[in-house]
Nanobody, 125 residues
């Protein structure tokens, strides 16, 4: 059974950093595309980042480029989202998702098939 466990959220001041983790079980993370999306209250889901299973390429939505970094640790079967220079507008519940397909070119990472529970990120000004 494919399972994803996201963790690492919290409260941080603007300019600070957090590292989210997405622990995978029931499959090998290297074989799956892993993505992150977020949803803030009253707002639509937004694809944040994705790492493709076939070539390891990484993708980011424009608003986080240069601030967020997605990486994979095969030994731990875990994907990380390092978030630096956080802004209040980054406040949202963050979810990790997985699929055997490549990262969607549209950036709609929330469309990937498997989803873990979310982790709350709150950035204070």
């Amino acid at each position: 059974e494919v399972q994803l466990q996201a963790s690492g959220g919290g409260l941080v001041q603007a300019g600070g950093s957090l590292r989210l983790s997405c622990a995978a079980s029931g499959f090998t993370s290297d074989d799956y595309t892993i993505g992150w999306f977020r949803q803030a209250p009253g707002k639509q889901r937004e694809g944040v980042s994705c790492i493709s299973n076939d070539d390891g390429r990484t993708y980011y939505t424009d608003s986080v480029k240069g601030r967020f970094t997605v990486s994979s640790d095969s030994a731990k079967n875990t994907v990380y989202l390092q978030m630096d220079s956080l802004k209040p507008e980054d406040t949202a519940v963050y979810y990790c998702v997985a699929d055997t397909l490549r990262c969607p070119r549209s950036g709609s990472y929330y469309l990937l098939s498997y989803r873990g529970q979310g982790t709350q990120v709150t950035v204070s000004s």
